[in-house]
Structures are given as C-alpha cells and as structure tokens.
C-alpha cells in the first residue's frame, strides 16, 4: 500500500504542499534511514518528526537546546489537535516531573532537553519506551564549546545504545562541513550509513548589505526611520544591547526593547511573545534572541557588531523574511569592531590557565575553589571530576576550539571586506555546488542599494493586497 503524504499532510496539519525538503526527509524516516537534514530557518523543519510521528508506532523523543523552542513546539503540535505532547525540563515542579515519569508511555511526543536526558531517573524510563524517532533540533550544537558548552550532547550516543538505536533524525539550518562531521561523530557514531538531505543557506528573499562606517549611530537610526517594520538588532554584548536600545527610544518614537541572557526566563518568554505579536517593533538583542523563533514577518536583521562568525550570522540574519517576501540584512562594520571577540578569545585562554593550575591542587582545596568559577568552568571541572577526560585532553580541546573562533572569525572579516558577491562567499563557504548568481536584489556588491530597495522591504503584505486589487480594478475598468 502506497502512503499518499499530501493527503496526510493536508488532512492532520491542513497545509497544502510540502515546502523543500520536507518530504524527502519524511519519506528517508519512512524507509528507516537514520537522516541528517540541513534545511534553511523556517522551512518547517519540526513538521518532519511531527508528521513522522502520527505514522510510526511509539513515542518521539526530540531533544531539544532551549526551553522557549519546546514551549513553541508544544502549542504547535496543541494547534494541530495533536495529544499527548509534553516538554520535560528544568521549569516542571518535582510533583510535575514525577508524574510525568510515572504516565511516560502516554506521551506521544516527549520535548527533552539534553540535561534532563541525561539523568539517571529519566533514562531508565526512556529505555523502556518503543521509540518510533529519536530527534536532535538545532543539532550543530552538539559542536559547540565557547558559551554555549553541553557537555551532555557528547552523550547522546549512550542514550541512544540505551534505547537499542532508534531511528534518528538530525535537524539543522546551518552546518559547515566541519559542523556537519561533528554531527555525524556525535549523533550517529553507531551507523555507516546515514541519508543526508540538505538544501542550500542561500535566501534569495533577504537582500544583504554591509555598511562600513564611522558613525554607526547615526546609521542605525537613519536606517530604522526608513525601514517602519518589524526586525532585530543583534549585538555583541548585553550592555551594547542595553545601550542600542535606549539610543533608539530617545531618537525614534519606535517600541523597543533589550533582549540577553541577563534577564529572566519570564522576562525573556515574555519580550519574545510580544516581538511575536507585534507589541514590539524591535528587539536589540544578544545572540541569546532567536533560535527556532517562528515569526514570519521579520523584515530586517541588522548586526551592530561584527558577528563571531559566519555560521552565526548567517542562522541570525535567516530570521528575517521567514515569509518569503523582500527583506534585508544589514552590518554595520566600523574598522576595529572585531576586537571585542579578541577580547572573548583572551577570556578563554586564563579559563586554560585556571583549569591547569586547579587541577594541580589538592582535592579538598579544588573543592573550595568550585564555588567561584563561572557556571561554564564548573560544567568543565566537573567532567574532569568524572574522568570524563584528563585536564591536557581539556585543555587540549580548548584550544582546538580557540583556534577554530579564530578561523572562523577571520572568515566574517573576508565576507565583510570582500570585493564581490556576498551570496557567492557565503554559499563557497558552505561548499555548495550550485551557487546561484545573479539574483534580483543580491547584495550591495552586486549592486544592490538600501534607497532603491527600501520600498519593497517596507511595503507591507496588506499592502500589496490592495495593490492588487487596484490593479485587478483597472483591468475590469479598461476591460469595460
Ligand atoms: P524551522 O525549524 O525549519 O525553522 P519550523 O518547524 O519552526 O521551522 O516551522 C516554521 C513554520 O512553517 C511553522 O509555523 C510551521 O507551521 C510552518 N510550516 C511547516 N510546514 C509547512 C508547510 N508544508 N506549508 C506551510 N507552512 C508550513
Ligand atoms: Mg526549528
């Protein structure tokens, strides 16, 4: 029996066609082919094991980095009619955890973060399940260290040997080939074979300019006078984000607010829903803004710091014009503005030193200390402690990954300061082999200015609307 997935598709999630990529991935799952998908922000990735899920017998299990991502993944799932959904993490109470523990086999979709994975009482349970998928969302964390360090994604292998293999699936938007090898290394160590289905980074809809310049300021502002619609503003820093935002309040009457690590996770679900529902024209925010965000009518993302890299940038700047109409990335680059990562980079050299000298101390004296590291040097020592690695392997590692940010961010100083097109760099740089050039509205090296672009950026799908029906009134009146 032939399945026909556009009916499925149609019926149980009411859309109309598949976009790219999805059915390819659905149709490896279907075959049982252990799949890593790197497919664009926004094209509907979660669809993939949602829809996996409603035809394969047992519970999904998505491992997933942030709580905001579950939380959104919950109500869409809730949205389609879909039951038996929960998301597992550090914001359930004990009672709520304990209950769920208890009805595990209920759920159909269970969302995990990887540190509630990993514990003890969690697993055993997970162990027991049928596992009809097991998903890993925004799997290029699993390479990274820096401020996002997890160790528990280096164990997702063990999990996965607890579970007897379960079908996996990897999902992506962005993976350089190194990040794509780590990838394979971490979540599919067990198996020869993988099916990869990946589509290219490239947007055509997002038109990307770089604007080097003294003032930046002023820039900033010039260009959100003009855009009057809804964007981010990245930084680099909390207190930059801070300071964009309040020079924004005093020289624009725009609705605006910060958005970092530094606030509260209520602080930062709340800014998130009202950037959502429109409350909020602009959120000037650290790259603690916007991973799995579903707004589809962002219309500008504008960098007021050098990005630390490409693969950031570009996952970042993929937040604008998830809706597909016209829609600009803007960086401001003043000469210089990397150093703030230099000064990041000189942060994790003494954290090399620190470990190296604690781990020469004795043990009582180790434990005194553990206090007053940061939670990331903690996370560190406490691997350590395990003998999960010795303290050269650590250090060892650390520089590995230091000289990586140091590639990586003279990679964003050749895409800022290269001759021709910026598509083009950024497509090489992902080693894509069909890199499409001459597009309308490419990037300002191609030709492409913010004055003669602006007004379609601006112009609003309502807009549009009523553009067409003035013009579809002409053609009747002529017509007549
Ligand atoms: P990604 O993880 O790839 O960034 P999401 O899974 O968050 O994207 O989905 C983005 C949006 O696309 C969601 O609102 C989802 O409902 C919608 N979507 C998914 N599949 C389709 C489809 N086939 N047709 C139209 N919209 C879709
Ligand atoms: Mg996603």
């Not at 990993?118 to 055993?124: I, L, W």
């Not at 009057?228 to 605006?256: F, H, M, P, W």
């Not at 991973?291 to 604008?320: T, W």
């Not at 996370?379 to 990586?404: F, M, N, S």
């Amino acid at each position: 029996m032939t399945i026909n997935l556009e009916q499925i598709l149609q019926e149980k999630f009411g859309f109309t066609s598949f976009k790219p990529g999805q059915k390819e991935v659905i149709e490896q799952l279907l075959n049982n082919q252990d799949t890593l998908a790197v497919l664009p922000t926004g094209t509907g990735k979660s669809l993939c094991y949602q829809f996996v899920g409603q035809l394969i017998e047992g519970t999904v299990i998505i491992v997933s980095p942030l709580l905001s991502l579950m939380e959104d993944q919950v109500i869409q799932l809730q949205k389609k009619g879909v039951t038996g959904v929960i998301a597992l993490n550090s914001s359930l109470n004990f009672f709520e955890k304990h209950y769920v523990l208890n009805h595990f086999e209920k759920y159909n979709y269970i969302l995990i973060s990887p540190e509630t994975l990993m514990q003890k009482e969690v697993r055993t349970k997970i162990a027991k399940l049928k596992i009809a998928l097991f998903v890993v969302d925004e799997a290029h964390c699993v390479s990274q260290w820096g401020v996002d360090f997890r160790p528990e994604y280096s164990k997702l292998a063990q999990i996965q040997a607890e579970c007897g293999y379960p079908l996996t699936l990897a999902l992506t938007a962005t993976a350089t080939p190194t990040v794509k090898k780590e990838i394979v290394k971490q979540v599919f160590s067990h198996q020869k074979k993988i099916s990869e289905v990946i589509y290219s980074v490239n947007r055509p809809n997002i038109g990307m300019i770089v604007d080097q310049t003294t003032e930046k300021e002023t820039s900033l502002i010039a260009y959100l006078t003009q855009l009057k619609s809804k964007g981010i503003i990245y930084c680099a820093t909390r207190k930059t984000a801070e300071r964009v935002n309040r020079i924004i309040k005093e020289e624009t009457d725009l609705q605006t607010a910060f958005y970092h690590g530094g606030l509260s996770a209520s602080e930062r679900s709340l800014l998130q829903q009202q950037f959502v529902a429109n409350e909020l024209d602009i959120l000037c925010a650290t790259n603690a803004f916007g991973m799995g965000i579903d707004k589809p009518d962002v219309r500008f993302v504008i960098h007021y710091d050098c990005p630390d890299s490409l693969e950031n940038y570009v996952q970042e700047i993929g937040r604008a014009g998830r809706d597909g109409l016209p829609s600009v990335a803007i960086l401001l680059y003043r000469n210089g503005d990397e150093s703030i990562h230099y000064y990041f980079q000189t942060e994790s050299r003494l954290d090399r030193v620190l470990l190296n000298e604690l781990a020469n101390l004795p043990p009582k004296k180790q434990e005194s200390i553990f206090p007053s590291l940061n939670e990331l040097q903690q996370k560190w020592v406490q691997g350590y402690w395990a003998k999960e690695y010795t303290i050269e392997e650590l250090e060892e590692t650390l520089l590995r990954k230091e000289k990586e940010r140091q590639q990586q961010l003279n990679v964003m100083l050749s895409y800022i300061k290269e001759a021709n097109c910026r598509r083009t760099f950024i497509q090489q740089y992902f080693s894509e082999k069909n890199v499409e050039k001459n597009q309308e509205n490419c990037c300002d090296k191609c030709g492409l200015s913010f004055d003669n672009y602006k007004a379609q950026i601006v112009q609003s799908p309502k807009e549009i609307e009523i553009s067409e029906q003035w013009e579809d009134i002409l053609i009747r009146l002529f017509k007549e």
